[in-house]
């Protein structure tokens, strides 16, 4: 079975999880262009590496970011967004 | 045994023909590079050759050809699609099909076995009639059918899905049909390299040149070739591709599964799919039961299988037909989908000049096949797209112009 650690929770089955896609910064949308509005809106960085991304611990509603390479599978870290150094070893 | 075979196994050499000619390295340069020997990359490379009479093209596979989602595919082909713009193409692509094994002079068993979508809500019935009447009006085969009708075409099938999730309608589609997909590939490429051009198995495109937003050249590990076409046709490796000439797209991979089991007696003559018990099945010539189930729920970009899926799927099968509790499945395997937000293709043009695409095939694009091949060769002929695939631009994004096909293409491929 594939794990996942949740900040909050600890380590739990995938099953718990759903993915919440790619950790973004919109652009700020006083000042940038129409074309950069809708390639935020649309495009994602699809080539497979090292991702930050966000996740989601349904049973108890916790939204987190998991660091995670999109190739190998192999979470490196997980942690409540903003509080990087609380980090736990996370998919071992 | 008939004399042709009986020669083939006497003979010492083994003089079976081959379907193409090997060649040692690639020229120094081509008018078009083709990356990519799936079924889509080869059938451009046939209909160039054969339509446009554009032969110095050359198809470059990194693996062998048929080795990507064309061999992984579970090989329904239909055009019961929800937008008019995807019924208009999806049908286009079901009668090249429908003579394809005569024009390739290769069995593809191509077998017409209608095909259901099963309907367990209201919400799914009111998307069936939905499509129905989109299809119908654009002059395709589907209409709503009740439980009786299914019942005749499947008596194996228990309508009451287990009391869990009783089935109320579905969506019936006459030219369903499926195939088989390698013979799909090895049959363009026949044709491609009968017609002159080149096949390289094991080449690897690495770097894609670009001068002043022009395409000349392409990198590989059999050295640099120049050219001043170039089509991406790499499905699952797309983002790959795209990032060599830093062209962005709303492109994410998502692994597919699918699995068979033991070969049995024939007994499931349609194709049926369930949208609420995220399952579709169809049995194959060889009487297996090819079956698959949505996608992958999170992003990676390789072919490893998982239990749970075999799990889930298997157990929404016997809620259909509690009787094959004792059939084996016998092989999994997966394949990289190249996921749209609108679950439909990105074909055509791009900012690059000379660089095209034909990507965002996802879970749908065995059955696109022959006409995003003959679409793509029209594009790369006249560096214009033609009408039938303008929906499906990499600029209907920044246009906020999409074509939105999930509720046909999300489970039923
Ligand atoms: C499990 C599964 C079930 C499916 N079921 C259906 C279905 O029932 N009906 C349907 O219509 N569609 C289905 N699909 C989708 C369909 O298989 C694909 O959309 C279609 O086969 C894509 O064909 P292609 O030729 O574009 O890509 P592929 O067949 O994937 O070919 C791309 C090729 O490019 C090569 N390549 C990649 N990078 C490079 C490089 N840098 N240099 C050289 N070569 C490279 C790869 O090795 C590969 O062979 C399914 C897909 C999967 C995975």
């Given at each position: 079975?594939k794990l996942l650690t949740c900040p909050?929770?600890?380590t739990r089955?995938l099953?718990?999880f759903v993915f919440g896609g790619e950790y973004r910064q919109a652009p700020?949308?006083?000042?940038?262009?129409?074309?950069?509005?809708?390639a935020f809106?649309h495009n994602r960085s699809g080539a497979p590496g090292d991702k930050k991304e966000w996740w989601y611990h349904?049973?108890?509603?916790t939204w987190f970011i998991a660091e995670r390479n999109t190739l190998t599978d192999k979470v490196t870290s997980t942690y409540l967004l903003g509080q990087k150094d609380t980090t736990q070893e996370a998919g071992k | 045994?008939?004399?042709?075979?009986?020669?083939?196994?006497?003979?010492?050499?083994?003089?079976?023909?081959?379907?193409?000619?090997?060649?040692?390295?690639?020229?120094?340069?081509?008018?078009?590079?083709?990356?990519?020997?799936?079924?889509?990359?080869?059938?451009?490379?046939?209909?160039?050759?054969?339509?446009?009479?554009?032969?110095?093209?050359?198809?470059?596979?990194k693996?062998?050809?048929?080795?990507?989602?064309?061999?992984?595919?579970?090989?329904?082909?239909?055009?019961?699609?929800?937008?008019?713009?995807?019924?208009?193409?999806?049908?286009?692509?079901?009668?090249?099909?429908?003579?394809?094994?005569?024009?390739?002079?290769?069995?593809?068993?191509?077998?017409?076995?209608?095909?259901?979508?099963?309907?367990?809500?209201?919400?799914?019935?009111?998307?069936?009639?939905?499509?129905?009447?989109?299809?119908?009006?654009?002059?395709?085969?589907?209409?709503?059918?009740?439980?009786?009708?299914?019942?005749?075409?499947?008596?194996?099938?228990?309508?009451?899905?287990?009391?869990?999730?009783?089935?109320?309608?579905?969506?019936?589609?006459?030219?369903?049909?499926?195939?088989?997909?390698?013979?799909?590939?090895?049959?363009?490429?026949?044709?491609?390299?009968?017609?002159?051009?080149?096949?390289?198995?094991?080449?690897e495109?690495l770097g894609?040149?670009?001068?002043?937003?022009?395409?000349?050249?392409?990198?590989?590990?059999?050295?640099?070739?120049?050219?001043?076409?170039?089509?991406?046709?790499v499905?699952g490796f797309t983002p790959r591709i795209t990032e060599m000439v830093d062209l962005e797209t709303p492109i994410v991979i998502h692994p597919?599964?699918?699995?068979?089991?033991?070969?049995?007696?024939?007994?499931?003559?349609?194709?049926?799919?369930?949208?609420?018990?995220?399952?579709?099945?169809?049995?194959?010539?060889?009487?297996?039961?090819?079956?698959?189930?949505?996608l992958d729920p999170y992003e990676v970009h390789s072919t490893r299988?998982t239990?749970?899926?075999?799990?889930?799927?298997?157990?929404?099968?016997?809620?259909?037909?509690?009787?094959?509790?004792?059939?084996?499945?016998?092989?999994?395997?997966a394949?990289m989908a190249d996921m749209?937000?609108?679950?439909?293709?990105?074909?055509?043009?791009?900012?690059?000049?000379?660089?095209?695409?034909?990507?965002?095939?996802?879970?749908?694009?065995?059955?696109?096949?022959?006409?995003?091949?003959?679409?793509?060769?029209?594009?790369?002929?006249?560096?214009?797209?033609?009408?039938?695939?303008?929906?499906?631009?990499?600029?209907?994004?920044?246009?906020?112009?999409?074509?939105?096909?999930?509720?046909?293409?999300?489970?039923?491929?």
């Open positions: 079975m909050m929770n600890g089955p099953s718990e700020d949308q006083d000042t940038c262009t129409d074309a950069q509005w809708a809106v349904s049973p108890s509603g | 045994m008939p004399l042709r075979l009986l020669k083939f196994a006497l003979s010492k050499e083994h003089p079976a023909p081959r379907f193409f000619k090997s060649h040692e390295t690639p020229k120094k340069s081509y008018d078009v590079v083709i990356i990519g020997g799936g079924g889509h990359g080869l059938a451009a490379a046939y209909y160039l050759a054969k339509d446009h009479g554009i032969t110095n093209v050359c198809v470059l596979e693996g062998y050809i048929g080795g990507g989602n064309t061999g992984r595919n579970t090989t329904i082909v239909r055009s019961n699609y929800l937008t008019p713009e995807g019924v208009n193409f999806y049908d286009a692509s079901v009668k090249i099909y429908e003579g394809l094994s005569e024009e390739l002079d290769l069995n593809l068993f191509y077998s017409t076995r209608g095909h259901f979508t099963l309907a367990h809500t209201e919400s799914a019935m009111r998307t069936m009639r939905w499509r129905a009447e989109v299809n119908k009006h654009v002059g395709v085969e589907s209409r709503v059918v009740g439980p009786d009708e299914i019942a005749k075409a499947c008596p194996q099938l228990d309508l009451s899905c287990s009391g869990q999730a009783p089935i109320l309608g579905a969506l019936f589609h006459a030219p369903g049909s499926v195939a088989r997909h390698d013979g799909v590939a090895w049959g363009y490429a026949r044709g491609a390299d009968r017609l002159g051009a080149e096949i390289y198995q094991n080449t495109v894609i040149d670009v001068k002043n937003g022009k395409v000349c050249g392409v990198k590989t590990n059999k050295g640099y070739i120049e050219t001043k076409q170039v089509l991406s046709a499905a597919l599964q699918a699995c068979v089991t033991e070969p049995m007696k024939p007994w499931l003559n349609t194709i049926l799919v369930s949208g609420s018990l995220h399952v579709y099945v169809s049995q194959s010539s060889r009487g297996e039961l090819v079956m698959g189930s949505s299988s239990l749970d899926f075999v799990e889930g799927l298997t157990s929404h099968m016997l809620d259909m037909f509690p009787f094959l509790s004792n059939v084996k499945v016998v092989r999994q395997w394949g749209t937000p609108d679950f439909a293709p990105i074909m055509g043009k791009t900012p690059i000049e000379g660089f095209y695409l034909d990507a965002g095939w996802g879970t749908w694009g065995f059955k696109a096949t022959p006409i995003s091949g003959k679409t793509m060769a029209q594009t790369i002929a006249n560096d214009s797209a033609p009408d039938l695939i303008h929906s499906f631009r990499l600029s209907r994004f920044e246009d906020y112009e999409l074509t939105g096909e999930k509720g046909a293409a999300s489970v039923g491929h």
